[in-house]
């Protein structure tokens, strides 16, 4: 099981301050890599070589407009399969 923010997280600064906290959480062996996800812009997440999130981002005039993630080790299930 792992924690997940209760309600939305809205702006930028909400956002960033949120992230900012799971970074810090993670404790060094964090690698963040960009791809594609469900065909939108996206992040990948490791800690110590294991999945540990996975970010799509819905974007629009050169803004992220909206932010999925998904940290439920089932349903990252897709990004782990190496």
């Known amino acids: ?11 930028g600064e909400g956002i960033a301050r949120h992230l900012t906290d799971l970074a810090v ?9 960009e791809r ?3 065909g939108r812009a996206g992040l990948v997440i490791e800690h110590e070589g294991v999945t540990v999130a996975v970010y799509a981002f819905d ?20 990004w782990t399969a190496g």
């Open 1 to 11: 099981m792992v924690a997940a923010a209760l309600h939305p997280i809205e702006g």
């Open 25 to 33: 959480r993670a404790s060094g062996g964090l690698t963040v890599l």
């Open 36 to 38: 594609t996800v469900n």
């Open 59 to 78: 974007v629009a005039d050169e803004r992220i407009t909206h932010i999925w993630a998904v940290r439920n080790p089932d349903k990252r299930r897709p």
